[in-house]
């Protein structure tokens, strides 16, 4: 599956269930293997925390251990897009995918 098509069928998820979410609904893309999953913006929070703890831990590592466990967690740590800025309402009132902005994302990614 592309990301293209992964960030289009999470956005629908959301869609189809925006009260299981909170206010501020994100995707988080793993940089390292184009894996995309849709999380509350309170796990966004928590997830940068994590990482900004696991590159303290990687850069207190010694010698050659420190360049390839840093530039290891920088490949890893994600990014983290807006869902409600991937969505767009029809004339007739539907919400549904912005098929443009999901591409803009995808691009970025080089897929």
């Known amino acids: ?15 189809d269930n925006f009260d299981r979410f909170d206010s501020y609904p994100q995707i988080r893309i793993n940089p390292a293997n184009l894996t995309a999953t849709l999380v509350n913006g309170s796990d966004m929070l ?4 994590d990482n900004d703890e696991a590159l303290e831990d990687a850069t207190a590592a010694q010698g050659d251990e420190t360049e390839a466990a840093s530039e290891y967690q920088v490949k890893q740590n994600p990014d983290f897009y807006a869902v409600k800025k991937l969505l767009k309402t029809t004339p007739a009132g539907a919400t549904k995918p912005d098929e443009a902005a999901i591409r803009t994302i995808a691009a970025y990614y080089s897929e």
């Open 1 to 15: 599956m592309t990301l293209t098509e992964q960030l289009t069928r999470l956005v629908d998820e959301y869609i």
């Open 46 to 49: 928590t997830a940068i925390a």
